[in-house]
């Protein structure tokens, strides 16, 4: 289980133990060097159309790899660890903020005036002169609502904390901690997100003569054009490889995927399933998602076009990941879920720590937190069928911490599986909107999917 510790406050996670519990373990003709392999050659001409071919066969021509005693080949792999390194905060807080000390008492305008002295300063530090510092709308508005849940999250995040340091999953010696560099690498694997959009050009499918999954198996032969106009499916109980565009990534047991673009979103509606969990996590437009280019971005108004109620079973749980701009919390609430007919239960907060406990930033830090917004909520539809379902279902609570080590690598969120299965029946369906990674039993959908699936993000531990 990835819960380490379960509160009245909420949760302590263990997310590399999670992504670890997956069942990462290949055998048969899936051990390397034997993968699924899909074989992708681009030519471009000279008006700028692109020519695609997918194709793909068993790269297991030098056979399967044999164990000990003639029994097939187990390899297994471990995600790893230096990405959940973070031993120290990115910015410590002075003495007085840290979360050892008790959570004073502090006013809104107090709040303010420690932003103004961080933003001071910074002015030191980079040697550049600003002017007097004054707060927009935005700022103003997001300074409010930390101010509401400023405590809750400080008192909260300690109990779990303390917990964690009892039973040693968390060591407050920061100085016996591994030192070593943490270096997270670029520009691992294909360009998952342009070959989304390359994929528009492909000449169209007849949705009639075109299969809605295509089930992986040991010499699977994925026609042209499958991988990004079907659902891909693992159905085994052992993870398998498949080899786009000469990567190999890493797919769990019983899970399944759609790389694609929110264009392309018709072969998951083609799948058939109604999911009673579906989460969401939006890329929302902001300032430093257009400065650092990492991922397009959508507005509003494309977000309301995902069509969650098509995908929703009756009382569907849907939880949203928001960033702490009150605009977008705002828009969830007022808009986004009745847009989708789904009545707003609670708002949850995860809360970064290092290994040390600390957050990871100064909680009243005035541009990054070390918290962000998950926003719950039931679908409301067919009354009778919503009734009797709610009845069933356990009430979702309001204002939980998700507290965890988070990952390095970017929007690489926390698992909600066993933090959500005290409000859910077992044995679910699941879905996850815009991932990049992929969970047993769930299916996963996003342009980058496949992004943490990369084999160069795990460790081949054995080979047994």
């Not at 700022?139 to 930390?146: F, G, K, M, R, S």
């Not at 509606?269 to 902001?286: A, G």
């Not at 995902?306 to 569907?316: D, E, F, M, Q, Y």
Request: net charge negative; with cysteine.
């Amino acid at each position: 289980m990835s819960v380490v510790h379960r509160l009245t406050a909420g949760w302590l996670v263990d997310h590399l133990s999670f992504i670890n519990q997956c069942g990462y373990e290949i055998c048969d003709s899936f051990a390397y060097p034997g993968s699924v392999t899909l074989n992708t050659s681009v030519t471009s001409t000279g008006d700028c159309h692109a020519t695609s071919t997918f194709a793909a066969t068993s790269s297991s021509r030098d056979g399967p790899v044999i164990g000990t005693e003639g029994k097939p080949a187990r390899t297994k792999y471990v995600f790893r660890e230096e990405f959940f390194d973070i031993s120290k905060p990115h910015i410590a807080a002075a003495p007085e903020q840290q979360l050892w000390q008790g959570c004073p008492e502090t006013s809104l305008a107090e709040i303010k005036a420690n932003s103004n002295r961080e933003e001071h300063q910074e002015e030191t530090k980079s040697g550049k002169r600003k002017r007097k510092y004054i707060f927009n709308q935005g700022e103003l508005d997001a300074l409010e609502y930390h101010s509401k849940v400023r405590k809750l999250i400080w008192e909260g995040a300690l109990h779990l904390v303390q917990e964690g340091l009892k039973s040693g999953f968390l060591h407050c010696a920061t100085a016996e901690l591994s030192c070593r560099k943490n270096v997270v690498p670029g520009q691992i694997g294909c360009g998952l997100a342009e070959l989304c959009e390359m994929a528009k050009q492909f000449p169209a499918v007849n949705e009639s003569d075109h299969q809605a999954v295509h089930v992986l198996d040991d010499e699977t032969s994925i026609p042209e054009q499958d991988l990004l106009s079907c659902v891909t499916e693992n159905s085994s109980n052992y993870a398998k490889i498949v080899v786009l565009m000469g990567q190999k990534y890493l797919v769990p047991p019983k899970s399944s995927f759609l790389l694609s673009d929110i264009s392309c979103l018709q072969p998951l509606l083609n799948y058939k399933k109604k999911y009673d969990v579906i989460v969401i996590d939006p890329p929302w437009e902001n300032k430093s998602v257009k400065r650092s280019n990492r991922y397009s971005h959508l507005s509003s108004w494309q977000i309301k076009q995902i069509p969650v109620p098509a995908l929703a079973a009756p009382n569907c749980l849907v939880v949203t990941w928001v960033t702490n701009r009150q605009k977008h919390l705002r828009f969830v609430k007022e808009e986004l879920y009745p847009h989708w007919s789904v009545k707003t239960l609670a708002e949850w907060h995860w809360v970064k720590i290092t290994r040390a406990g600390e957050f990871v930033l100064p909680l009243d830090s005035l541009h990054k937190k070390p918290y962000e917004v998950l926003v719950l909520g039931r679908v409301q539809g067919d009354v009778k069928e919503t009734l009797r379902k709610s009845e069933e279902a356990l009430p979702v609570p309001e204002h939980k911490l998700i507290v965890s080590i988070p990952c390095s690598l970017h929007s690489h969120k926390p698992p909600l599986s066993a933090v959500l299965a005290e409000f859910i029946e077992p044995d679910v369906e699941c879905l996850e909107l815009f991932a990049r990674n992929l969970q047993p039993g769930w299916t996963s959908w996003g342009n980058e999917v496949l992004k943490f699936q990369h084999v160069d993000y795990f460790t081949l531990l054995q080979n047994e």
